[in-house]
């Protein structure tokens, strides 16, 4: 039986992660409050990030942007977007 959270992203219950997808602090607060719906939909947008901002997971200023932005995307509501991005229409 899958553990549901109150998800602080999508502000209903839902299906919880089966881990804590990052270390510390910050991956238990997302593996405490973070729905796997939210979480993927953080990972589609940060894979967005690394490809458009040529972003090299090998260089530590680069993660710890994308630190930054699932916090941001995740708990803070606005994460950076793209340039020239522009959002799907209905």
Known sequence: MARTVFCSY???EAPGLAFAPY???LGKRI???IS???F???KRHQTMLVNENRLNLADARARQYLARQMEQFLFGGQAD???GF???TA
Do not use: I, N
Request: without cysteine; charged residues 30%.
């Open 23 to 25: 270390p510390g602090e």
């Open 81 to 83: 977007q793209p340039t």
């Open 31 to 33: 593996y405490d409050t």
């Open 36 to 38: 796997q719906e939210a």
């Open 10 to 12: 999508l502000k209903k």
């Open 40 to 42: 993927d939909q953080w």
């Open 86 to 88: 522009v959002p799907p």
